[in-house]
């Protein structure tokens, strides 16, 4: 399943860049990051490890808004 | 041991962490990083790491000892076709749509050739008309099929925007063709006909607006097409043709490559089953096909390639 994350605090690609590959090392798949929307959609096959991905996006300094 | 690299394409500040990481995920580690002067200075363990280091700084778009950054316009599609025409396991189910399509024309085309040259039922003369009903009709039922195998929403303005693409570009190509072959009466209706109809279907998604924008999109290609290959009927229609085909084409797979963008890549299992698709590509050629064969003719109509 697929769970979209609202970001805040990505400015550039390189936000992407350094999101997706924290929350890949989180053991997600990222289906696509966007800086200008401020969202990262992961996939994941069990509902525990969006809690991981979420620790990792807000451990690299940015912070997590709600999500769906 | 210890490399030193120069780095260009470093845009802010996260661009350090981005770095750090990289190097962290190859198994080496940063010795030394200066984002202003673009210097890296990293303990490696080999030679081969060392590559396998500088190849993931390029992929990850920045430029490594002179190379330039790798982020030119082009750069994600054609890492994106490259993904999907080697066998990794990302993408799959993009393949198995474009494998599906490539099947039904390869089906279609031999199909064309079998009534042509051998069983001698349609003449010689249509063959360009119906090699270009072939793959416009692949080419448009492929981003319909791909547009409808997302399961999650498309934004608002996205729906609409899809919508009328592939109401617009099935209308016009239906409707040149059948102009061409059938005259502009017979030629605008079947362009209205396929192109609202397509556009309606692929608009669904997005309710009663999207509807709308799917049949608008019809109802403007399919007479224009139909009104442009009557009105070049004394010039080189075939030409005229074979560019709004490979414009129309070019401009589809550009929809697909949005789709991707905004969508991601689809789920595998919610791909339809392509068996129905390729049956169902292949059916309406043979009836599209057939019209524009043996459909009512106008006086001005398809005479052949001159």
Request: glycine content about 10%; some cysteine.
């Amino acid at each position: 399943m697929r769970k979209t994350f609202h970001v805040e605090g990505m400015h550039c690609k390189s936000c992407e860049k350094l999101l997706t590959m924290a929350v890949e090392d989180a053991g997600l798949k990222v289906v696509r990051a966007d800086y200008a929307a401020g969202i990262v959609e992961a996939e994941a096959h069990d509902e525990a490890k969006f809690e991981s991905a979420r620790k990792a996006i807000e451990a690299e300094g940015y912070k997590v808004n709600g999500g769906n | 041991m210890e490399h030193e690299l120069r780095l260009t394409g470093l845009e802010c500040d996260s661009c350090a962490r981005v770095i750090s990481r990289v190097v962290e995920r190859i198994g080496a580690s940063v010795k030394d990083i200066d984002y202003s002067m673009g210097r890296l200075v990293v303990e490696v363990n080999s030679d081969a790491q060392l590559d396998d280091l500088k190849a993931a700084l390029i992929e990850a778009g920045y430029g490594v000892d002179g190379n330039d950054t790798n982020r030119g316009v082009m750069a994600r599609p054609l890492a994106f076709l490259g993904k999907l025409l080697s066998n990794s396991t990302d993408f799959d189910a993009e393949r198995r749509i474009a494998e599906s399509s490539m099947f039904s024309l390869l089906i279609m085309l031999a199909g064309l050739f079998l009534l042509t040259y051998v069983l001698q039922i349609v003449s010689p003369r249509f063959v360009p008309l119906l090699a270009l009903a072939a793959v416009g009709t692949v080419a448009c039922s492929t981003a319909l099929i791909h547009f409808r195998a997302f399961r999650q929403p498309f934004s608002c303005m996205s729906g609409m925007m899809i919508g009328m693409t592939i109401g617009m570009m099935a209308g016009f190509l239906a409707g040149a063709l059948s102009g061409a072959a059938n005259g502009m009466l017979v030629g605008s209706i079947v362009g209205m006909a396929i192109g609202m109809g397509m556009g309606a279907i692929a608009g669904a998604r997005n309710g009663v607006m999207g509807i709308l924008e799917g049949l608008m999109a019809g109802i403007m290609s399919g007479t224009m097409g139909a009104m442009l290959s009557v009105m070049l009927f004394n010039d080189n229609v075939l030409l005229f043709l074979i560019f709004l085909f490979a414009s129309c084409i070019f401009v589809l797979l550009g929809l697909s490559y949005m789709m991707l963008r905004e969508g991601g890549s689809v789920l595998p299992s919610s791909v339809p089953i392509l068996a129905k698709s390729i049956a169902a590509n292949v059916a309406v050629f043979a009836v599209f096909g057939a019209l524009l064969v043996w459909g009512p003719r106008a006086a001005f109509a398809w005479a052949g390639a001159s």
